[in-house]
T-cell receptor, first 113, second 108 residues
Framework: ETGVTQSPTHLIKTRGQQVTLRCSSQSGHNTVSWYQQALGQGPQFIFQ???????GRGNFPPRFSGLQFPNYSSELNVNALELDDSALYLCASRMDRGHAEAFFGQGTRLTVV | KQEVTQIPAALSVPEGENLVLNCSFTDSAIYNLQWFRQDPGKGLTSLLLIQSSQREQTSGRLNASLDKSSGRSTLYIAASQPGDSATYLCAVRNQFYFGTGTSLTVIP
């Protein structure tokens, strides 16, 4: 039990649609990161939020966007879904101090058809 | 650009064997290195975190070492059990860069 929860667990969307994935971090963890993991691959860093501001981004287009809220929840939004967006989406939270341990949620499996 | 490599991609061992998993990185500016396990279709479970200034960390049957000069970390699993079967991933630089993982199968 990591204290990080994601919803929904599974989701099926049609190409071109928009999707919102949600994450609830551990209390006190002001840093949240989102990842995309394709089958058989390691997680790819999408972006990171610290105290509601984006402060790091991987090689993902602007149609991937996020929000972080003061109550330790966050969202990943993906617009204009493409078939290649089908993946496991993971969020992770960690404390602010130093280079801290990250705790991951169970992920949301997104299938785009 | 940092690249993280894990070799082998898959490993199968009999129960009770001691084993070593490898993680290599190209840039020594890693801040930290964290090992995870992932069961099929699930999220990541943290195993060990090594800060850049440390050489090793231990938790139960697991021991992780870090050698920044050679760009390498190893995860040692003692007395392997079938329940250890999973994919093991390493990540560096505050979990920004991940390897592709080693899929471990422990045969009863």
């Amino acid at each position: 039990e990591t204290g990080v929860t994601q919803s929904p667990t599974h989701l099926i969307k049609t190409r071109g649609q928009q999707v919102t994935l949600r994450c609830s971090s551990q209390s006190g963890h002001n840093t949240v990161s989102w990842y995309q993991q394709a089958l058989g691959q390691g997680p790819q860093f999408i972006f990171q939020y610290y105290r509601e501001e984006e402060n790091g981004r991987g090689n993902f287009p602007p149609r991937f966007s996020g929000l972080q809220f003061p109550n330790y929840s966050s969202e990943l939004n993906v617009n204009a879904l493409e078939l290649d967006d089908s993946a496991l989406y993971l969020c992770a939270s960690r404390m602010d101090r130093g280079h801290a341990e990250a705790f991951f949620g169970q992920g949301t499996r997104l299938t785009v058809v | 650009k940092q690249e993280v490599t894990q070799i082998p991609a898959a490993l199968s061992v009999p129960e009770g064997e001691n084993l070593v998993l490898n993680c290599s990185f190209t840039d020594s500016a890693i801040y930290n290195l964290q090992w995870f396990r992932q069961d099929p279709g699930k999220g990541l479970t943290s195993l060990l975190l090594i800060q850049s200034s440390q050489r090793e960390q231990t938790s139960g049957r697991l021991n992780a070492s870090l050698d920044k000069s050679s760009g390498r970390s190893t995860l040692y699993i003692a007395a392997s059990q079938p329940g250890d079967s999973a994919t093991y991933l390493c990540a560096v630089r505050n979990q920004f860069y991940f390897g592709t993982g080693t899929s471990l199968t422990v045969i009863p």
